[in-house]
């Protein structure tokens, strides 16, 4: 195996570790063992655990980033429609890995953040980028006449992400997909939807 190739895999089986267990309860041995990857190895790339978290949350935001432009700037629908469509891809992803990983990024945030200050900072531009790409998304939509052109798009994603997170975190301690159908729900039937007619 390429070194790379080791830092890739130690970077995959720690992030689907993590997800699982939570960063603290993430055991290095099991992470070293699952990757076949030596105690070595794993300092010969990174210079702690710390350092290690850090860039599976680099390694998710980068691979995230892709995938939401990809689909709030699929020009072939509409600016809400790509809104519905990420969503709905989300929750079909949810649901099918039985509503027990979520969001990595929000996991982390809810562990780490009280806990450690480069963990919070990272993930706190993390979320900022992503509320910047529901932003232009909304942007989009208010040039089209989706929604009015009076709407607060800061305000309206940064509500967006925050509901969604807690929809997300809901799903997973109810075990089931209704709360982020709700949200989704809620959002374009009663928030976007009160945009629209005003």
Known sequence: MKRT???SELIRVGREIIVQRGFNSASLNDILTTASVPKGSFYYYFSSKEDFGLAIIDDFALQYR?????????VQYSPLTRLR?????????????DCTDGCLIGNLAQELSAQNELFRDR??????????YFACCLRAA????EI?????LSDLARFILSSWE???LQAKVT???LPMQTFVEILFHQVLGKSTSS
């Open 123 to 132: 993930l706190n531009q993390v979320f900022a980028q992503w509320e910047e």
């Open 5 to 7: 190739d080791k830092r």
């Open 175 to 177: 075990k089931s997909v």
């Open 66 to 74: 892709d995938r939401l432009k990809h689909l709030l700037d699929d």
């Open 142 to 145: 208010c040039q089209a006449g």
């Open 148 to 152: 009015s052109q009076d709407s607060n």
């Open 166 to 168: 807690g929809a997300i």
């Open 85 to 97: 469509n990420y969503f709905e891809l989300k929750i079909a992803e949810m649901e099918a890995g």
